[in-house]
């Protein structure tokens, strides 16, 4: 396989380790709904609020407003990776105010996820206000109750409704943040590190090539996979052609023969429950986000997925008129099954017992046998002759070992 970035930057910023990319979920993993195969049949449930929640005074340093007090603080919602919790406080003046709170404690890892979640919201905040909660501030844990360090992140609440949001609302919001958005260098790619849940991505390098940046970016899921779940001889000969063949016919043309995409800021991560309808206002927002610059159809392979009710044609169908699908215009569908490669392989290695890496390599063969198919045939016989190979070999062997036997009986 060629030679891309993949974890090494981070390993020598962070001394972060394949254990840390291991660790386990903190809650028990519904896998139909994070990782199935099919269209779900109940809604997402509603974040509720639990039992108080001690804050550190770490906290308390980044409430944005002076002589704020805090009245009380309750976990919040569900997160996989870490806690969330509601602050409710009283402004110097008697107005009331709540606030957002997650915290990681994973370590250098969670550092890595709480930044590139805030310079995610901050990113989007400054594009569309109105589409991302306001993040506050970002820091670590000071109190000693953690076996870990422990990161969080403050923000603006927003209270959870229907999710996903109405289609049509919610369609019109994300097209107009990827038309508005402008990358501070023109490139692809993002000022620092952001996340996949808690997988790191490729996103602190700056491209003029979409293809380069989402060459590495699944070559980085790829080698993450491998880690986790150890060698495919199968997958990996259609990794590697994907990599060296269909993300350049593919993607290359979107940058050839005068054609050119902008680098649009997306969210990243944009699935069913990282979006919602917000309670008070009746406007869609989007959070958990893993941002950078991209070319803005990466946002909807995530939607591919028939677990995710984004995948319902209406959905994509009002995105493309709000935003239309770039040229060549009668590859999209096959753009879109290429990006959400790199969604489903996140989602593999993420969600314990889930079946995306078969789901991923079955997609990889297709986009293969289209678009390289000589390729594909050519290691399919290798590998058929390599087994025949071996079976004569095995062959040999035992009949070897058999005359053996039979002389040691005549003697």
Same mark, same amino acid.
């Not at 107009?176 to 849940?197: E, I, L, N, Q």
């Given at each position: 396989?060629?030679?891309? &970035?993949?974890? &090494?930057?981070?390993? !020598?910023?962070?001394?972060?380790?394949?254990?840390?990319?291991?660790?386990?979920?903190?809650?028990?993993?519904?896998?139909?709904?994070?990782?199935?195969?099919?269209?779900?049949?109940?809604? *997402?449930?509603?974040?509720?609020?639990?039992?108080?929640?001690?804050?550190?005074?770490?906290?308390?340093?980044?409430?944005?407003?002076?002589?704020?007090?805090?009245?009380?603080?309750?976990?919040?919602?569900?997160?996989?990776?870490?806690?969330?919790?509601?602050?409710?406080?009283?402004? *110097?003046?008697?107005?009331?105010?709540?606030?957002?709170?997650?915290?990681?404690?994973?370590?250098? =890892?969670? %550092?890595?996820?709480?930044?590139?979640?805030?310079?995610?919201?901050?990113?989007?905040?400054?594009?569309?206000?109105? /589409?991302?909660?306001?993040?506050?501030?970002?820091?670590?844990?000071?109190?000693?109750?953690? @076996?870990?360090?422990?990161?969080?992140?403050?923000?603006? +609440?927003?209270?959870?409704?229907?999710?996903?949001?109405?289609?049509?609302? /919610?369609?019109?919001?994300?097209?107009?943040?990827?038309?508005?958005?402008?990358?501070?260098?023109?490139?692809?790619?993002?000022?620092? @590190?952001?996340?996949?849940?808690?997988?790191?991505?490729?996103?602190?390098?700056? #491209?003029?090539?979409?293809?380069?940046?989402?060459?590495?970016?699944?070559?980085?899921?790829?080698?993450?996979?491998?880690?986790?779940?150890?060698?495919?001889?199968?997958? %990996?000969?259609?990794?590697?052609? @994907? =990599? #060296?063949?269909?993300?350049?016919?593919?993607?290359?043309?979107?940058?050839? #023969?005068?054609?050119?995409? !902008?680098?649009?800021?997306?969210?990243?991560?944009?699935?069913?429950?990282?979006?919602? &309808?917000?309670?008070?206002?009746?406007?869609? /927002?989007?959070?958990?986000?893993?941002?950078?610059?991209?070319?803005?159809?990466?946002?909807?392979?995530?939607?591919?997925?028939?677990?995710?009710?984004?995948?319902?044609?209406?959905?994509?169908?009002?995105?493309?008129?709000? /935003?239309?699908?770039?040229?060549?215009?009668?590859?999209?569908?096959?753009?879109?099954?290429?990006?959400?490669?790199? +969604?489903?392989?996140?989602?593999?290695?993420?969600?314990?017992?889930?079946?995306?890496?078969?789901?991923?390599?079955?997609?990889?063969?297709?986009?293969?046998? !289209?678009?390289?198919?000589?390729?594909?045939?050519?290691?399919?016989?290798?590998?058929?002759?390599?087994?025949?190979?071996?079976?004569?070999?095995?062959?040999?062997?035992?009949?070897?070992?058999?005359? #053996?036997?039979? !002389?040691?009986?005549?003697?």
């Amino acid at each position: 396989m060629a030679s891309v &970035t993949t974890l &090494t930057g981070i390993l !020598k910023k962070t001394t972060l380790g394949i254990a840390a990319i291991e660790s386990k979920p903190i809650v028990e993993v519904d896998v139909a709904r994070h990782g199935g195969e099919d269209a779900p049949v109940e809604p *997402p449930p509603k974040p509720t609020l639990g039992g108080a929640y001690e804050l550190d005074e770490a906290v308390l340093d980044v409430l944005p407003i002076p002589g704020t007090k805090v009245t009380s603080a309750r976990r919040y919602g569900m997160s996989l990776w870490g806690q969330t919790a509601k602050i409710f406080t009283e402004l *110097p003046g008697g107005e009331k105010m709540n606030y957002f709170l997650k915290s990681v404690s994973l370590g250098d =890892l969670g %550092q890595i996820m709480i930044e590139g979640e805030f310079e995610s919201l901050k990113a989007i905040n400054a594009v569309a206000p109105e /589409f991302a909660p306001l993040p506050h501030g970002w820091g670590k844990y000071r109190g000693s109750r953690h @076996t870990e360090d422990t990161y969080f992140l403050l923000a603006q +609440f927003r209270e959870v409704g229907e999710q996903p949001p109405d289609p049509i609302k /919610f369609t019109a919001r994300l097209a107009d943040m990827h038309k508005r958005s402008v990358s501070p260098t023109g490139k692809f790619g993002f000022h620092t @590190t952001t996340c996949h849940a808690k997988l790191p991505q490729i996103t602190s390098c700056r #491209e003029d090539s979409w293809e380069a940046l989402y060459r590495k970016q699944l070559a980085h899921m790829i080698k993450l996979d491998e880690e986790k779940h150890g060698e495919w001889p199968e997958f %990996q000969h259609v990794c590697k052609l @994907t =990599l #060296e063949k269909v993300i350049p016919r593919l993607l290359g043309p979107l940058q050839a #023969e005068g054609r050119s995409i !902008k680098p649009c800021l997306v969210q990243g991560d944009l699935w069913d429950e990282n979006t919602a &309808t917000d309670m008070d206002t009746g406007e869609p /927002f989007v959070f958990d986000a893993g941002s950078f610059y991209a070319h803005n159809e990466y946002e909807i392979g995530n939607w591919r997925a028939p677990r995710h009710r984004l995948s319902s044609k209406v959905y994509v169908r009002n995105y493309k008129r709000n /935003f239309p699908v770039s040229e060549p215009e009668d590859e999209w569908d096959d753009r879109n099954l290429l990006y959400s490669l790199r +969604f489903d392989l996140g989602t593999a290695i993420l969600i314990p017992g889930c079946n995306q890496r078969q789901v991923v390599k079955d997609n990889m063969a297709l986009l293969c046998k !289209k678009y390289c198919p000589k390729d594909l045939r050519a290691i399919s016989e290798r590998r058929m002759l390599s087994s025949l190979n071996e079976s004569s070999e095995d062959e040999e062997a035992e009949e070897e070992e058999e005359e #053996e036997e039979e !002389k040691e009986e005549e003697e």
